[in-house]
């Protein structure tokens, strides 16, 4: 058998949705599809609003411009995550500042931000690493406090909650991510940008349409739409739209499934984790995670290593997980070196991302667990 990394969830009422928006002939964005995932989201989740867009790095790219990122401003974000993050910034001329993580969830480490806030501190990116909300409430008190910017990166995390509160609607802006490796995805590729400042609402419109005002025309405002703003074509394709309000529809189903995946791995890596071989994220009760993937941070890098070799020959591919930016090629032109951030850069030698996806729950969950036991107990001992 093989266990892929990952595999696209196919909603029950995918096809027939998709072939319904091509059959329509009307297959731009802010159409039929778009506007009812639209509306699907801000009933369920209570979103201020949202626009859907061709990526989370499309969303992102286009929450710095609405925030107006500029040269000379300095964002702080994690150096554990993925490129998108600080290159939604960083093309606008900002100064990317990397914070070091937290062990225990690898998602930033909220003592550190004020540290780091100077004059020139325009944005804090939070990212919520494979499902599990940043600490987002504080780190808003310490956004407020320096009249600082929060957009958080929810890329991993939709249909989470922390303290009761929807992943993305506490800050500034979110933005999601519907791209075929996540939980819910629109036909391969696609975001959302919730914006949760009312008074942001309008600017939005203008900068999804190319710096338009079309939306006035549509409104039946104007009878000729102008260029008004700066902007880009930040918009989801009605026949990708209708992909992901069929997943949207099916949400509750592909969680439960996915939660399965979850409970199996606890199960399986809890009696290491309590040796002190190996470290896994424990839930808490403020934060409802909504199972998108499963790290794992071992005791030493061999061990790691050891641990991925023998599941390939058993046909089960697991992932190392993010290269720091911080000492990456870029993050070294920014001036970072590796030890800058010696808790992240630890941390990244170590960690292994399992298989996740809905399908394992009907197929491939229990080849998985048996063959990752056997790799464990060879690794570890019993």
Not at 152 to 165: E, R
């Amino acid at each position: 058998m093989k266990i892929p990394f990952n595999k696209p969830y196919i909603s029950p009422k995918e096809e027939e949705y998709i072939i319904r928006a091509l059959k329509s002939q009307r297959h731009s964005g802010n159409n039929a599809f778009g506007q009812k995932a639209i509306s699907f989201m801000k009933d369920k989740y209570g979103f201020n609003e949202i626009f859907l867009t061709p990526s989370c790095t499309s969303a992102m790219e286009m929450g710095a411009l609405l925030a107006g990122i500029k040269p000379g401003d300095e964002v702080i974000l994690p150096s554990y995550t993925f490129s998108s993050t600080v290159n939604s910034v960083v093309i606008f001329g900002a100064k990317p500042v990397f914070c070091e993580i937290e062990p225990n969830t690898l998602n930033i480490d909220v003592s550190m931000i004020e540290s780091l806030i100077t004059p020139r501190t325009k944005m804090i990116i939070p990212i919520d690493y494979a499902g599990i909300s940043c600490e987002i409430e504080e780190i808003m008190k310490i956004a407020d406090k320096n009249n600082i910017i929060v957009m958080q990166d929810c890329a991993q995390s939709f249909g989470g909650y922390f303290n009761g509160k929807p992943n993305g609607s506490i800050p500034h802006l979110a933005a999601f991510s519907f791209h075929e490796t996540k939980n819910m995805n629109a036909g391969g590729e696609g975001g959302g940008l919730v914006v949760n400042v009312p008074e942001w609402h309008q600017k939005a419109y203008f900068m999804q349409e190319k710096g338009t005002d079309r939306r006035l025309v549509l409104d039946g405002v104007k009878s000729k739409y102008s260029w008004v703003e700066k902007g880009s074509s930040y918009l989801l394709s009605d026949l990708l739209a209708a992909g992901l309000l069929a997943q949207l529809e099916g949400e509750e189903e592909i969680i439960s499934k996915r939660r399965l995946v979850t409970d199996a791995y606890c199960q399986l890596f809890n009696s290491f984790k309590k040796r002190g071989n190996l470290n896994i994220y424990i839930s808490e009760d403020h934060i409802k995670t909504n199972h998108h993937a499963f790290w794992v941070v071992f005791d030493e890098a061999d061990n790691r290593r050891r641990f991925i070799e023998r599941l390939r020959a058993f046909d089960i591919f697991v992932y190392i997980g993010y290269m720091p930016l911080h000492s990456s090629p870029m993050g070294v032109k920014f001036g970072y070196k590796p030890d800058s951030l010696p808790i992240t850069e630890e941390i990244s030698k170590k960690v292994v991302r399992l298989p996740f996806y809905a399908g394992m729950a009907d197929d491939g969950l229990i080849y998985t667990i048996e063959r990752m036991s056997l790799v464990l107990n060879e690794i570890y001992g019993k």
